[in-house]
């Protein structure tokens, strides 16, 4: 029997920073009516970290706690898809892929997983049959009406993503786009004037605030001038992959490598931040690659670890360290010119 009430919820947590426009696009065209979990608290963390073992990273920790704060609202569709290979032998790592599997077996309560697989790296897993198994418990099977809605999604993504690159916050991007609006100033520039950090990360680790404890707005405090790679073309972010010389196999490793790749090429970025989960295997590899290529571009590298008992005193004071080190080398550049620095340090913690 078809689900009648065509609501689905969100977790706000992983997928969700990545995929959610062009599924709003997606769903909402199909006259699907989507409901999101609260901002990331600190209950969201320990009802989350509850359920798993110790060892599970944040990121899962932070998806189980939105499920269940979707539970508590009173959702009862909730979509939870399998996303395993965004291309040919372009994978994800397994805890993204069994992310269904992963809820079914630990939260339980009175709601219906909305789960599909995509795996681009099968036969007939593409795109367009990910789309037809998340709506076929709804009773929709009509592939044109799923065709339709499908482009519709990637026109709110598109418009999306080029309101990002013109240097507009995640937040007011996906506002603006939700409400089918493109609101372009001009893009923005990088300055000459201050210190200009590319931040490099996974979207769920600096755009969850509660998450990466409002990055954005620390260093901006800190007079800092902050690029990450949803300011960056798939051109550029491919072209960065090729610089440093790495082969993709993570399905998010563009927004990691690719975007350190290209900024580690600009001469306008004075250092790169990079923020982790504590235990993430594919992280820890791509972070070696940026490592070793930045000190061959001149460039300082801040790498800070995250997971759920990360204090904010440590976390600020750090970044507080690694800018001052930032204006510091700038200021005795631009004193005494053509000055060489070839022994940058690399920062980790």
Same mark, same amino acid.
Not at 101 to 129: F, M, P, Q, W
Not at 255 to 276: N, P, V
């Given at each position: 029997?078809?689900?009648?009430?065509?609501? #689905?919820? +969100? *977790?706000?947590a992983l997928t969700y920073y990545n995929y959610f426009p062009f599924l709003y696009g997606f769903f909402t065209s199909l006259g699907f009516e989507l409901k999101l979990s609260d901002p990331t608290t600190k209950k969201t963390l320990v009802d989350g970290a509850s359920l798993v073992v110790t060892e599970t990273c944040l990121p899962i920790k932070v998806y189980v706690g939105h499920v269940l704060n979707l539970i508590e609202n009173g959702v009862k569709n909730i979509f939870v898809p399998s996303i395993q290979s965004i291309a040919p032998k372009i994978y994800n790592c397994s805890k993204i892929r069994g992310l269904p599997d992963l809820i079914r077996n630990v939260v339980k309560g009175d709601y219906n997983l909305i789960e599909a697989t995509l795996d681009k790296s099968e036969k007939n897993l593409g795109l367009l049959e990910f789309l037809k198994e998340a709506v076929k418990p709804f009773g929709i099977t009509d592939e044109t009406k799923i065709k339709k809605a499908l482009k519709d999604g990637f026109i709110l993504h598109n418009n999306f993503r080029v309101m990002m690159q013109h240097g507009l916050t995640f937040e007011t991007a996906l506002k603006n786009a939700k409400e089918g609006k493109v609101v372009i100033n001009s893009k923005q520039e990088m300055s000459k004037e201050g210190i200009n950090v590319a931040l490099m990360a996974h979207g769920y680790n600096i755009y969850d605030k509660r998450v990466c404890m409002d990055v954005f707005k620390k260093l901006k405090d800190l007079g800092v001038n902050v690029y990450s790679a949803l300011q960056l073309t798939d051109?550029?972010?491919?072209?960065? #992959? @090729?610089?440093?010389?790495?082969?993709? %196999?993570?399905? @998010?490793?563009?927004?990691?490598? /690719?975007?350190? /790749?290209? %900024? !580690?090429? =600009?001469?306008?970025?004075?250092? !790169? #931040?990079?923020?982790?989960?504590?235990?993430?295997? *594919?992280?820890? !590899?791509? #972070?070696?690659?940026?490592?070793?290529? =930045?000190?061959? +571009?001149?460039? *300082? !590298? &801040? @790498? &800070?670890?995250?997971?759920?008992?990360?204090g904010e005193a440590g976390f600020v004071t750090r970044l507080e360290a690694f800018c001052d080190m930032l204006y510091r080398k700038k200021r005795a550049f631009n004193k005494e010119g053509s000055k060489n620095f070839n022994e940058e340090p690399v920062y980790s913690s």
């Amino acid at each position: 029997m078809a689900l009648k009430e065509r609501v #689905i919820g +969100f *977790p706000r947590a992983l997928t969700y920073y990545n995929y959610f426009p062009f599924l709003y696009g997606f769903f909402t065209s199909l006259g699907f009516e989507l409901k999101l979990s609260d901002p990331t608290t600190k209950k969201t963390l320990v009802d989350g970290a509850s359920l798993v073992v110790t060892e599970t990273c944040l990121p899962i920790k932070v998806y189980v706690g939105h499920v269940l704060n979707l539970i508590e609202n009173g959702v009862k569709n909730i979509f939870v898809p399998s996303i395993q290979s965004i291309a040919p032998k372009i994978y994800n790592c397994s805890k993204i892929r069994g992310l269904p599997d992963l809820i079914r077996n630990v939260v339980k309560g009175d709601y219906n997983l909305i789960e599909a697989t995509l795996d681009k790296s099968e036969k007939n897993l593409g795109l367009l049959e990910f789309l037809k198994e998340a709506v076929k418990p709804f009773g929709i099977t009509d592939e044109t009406k799923i065709k339709k809605a499908l482009k519709d999604g990637f026109i709110l993504h598109n418009n999306f993503r080029v309101m990002m690159q013109h240097g507009l916050t995640f937040e007011t991007a996906l506002k603006n786009a939700k409400e089918g609006k493109v609101v372009i100033n001009s893009k923005q520039e990088m300055s000459k004037e201050g210190i200009n950090v590319a931040l490099m990360a996974h979207g769920y680790n600096i755009y969850d605030k509660r998450v990466c404890m409002d990055v954005f707005k620390k260093l901006k405090d800190l007079g800092v001038n902050v690029y990450s790679a949803l300011q960056l073309t798939d051109e550029q972010l491919k072209d960065g #992959i @090729n610089t440093l010389e790495a082969e993709v %196999y993570w399905a @998010n490793q563009l927004e990691m490598t /690719g975007a350190a /790749g290209h %900024y !580690l090429k =600009s001469d306008i970025i004075d250092g !790169l #931040i990079t923020i982790t989960a504590f235990g993430c295997g *594919p992280d820890s !590899l791509m #972070i070696e690659d940026i490592k070793r290529k =930045s000190k061959n +571009f001149n460039k *300082p !590298l &801040l @790498n &800070l670890t995250i997971d759920e008992h990360t204090g904010e005193a440590g976390f600020v004071t750090r970044l507080e360290a690694f800018c001052d080190m930032l204006y510091r080398k700038k200021r005795a550049f631009n004193k005494e010119g053509s000055k060489n620095f070839n022994e940058e340090p690399v920062y980790s913690s």
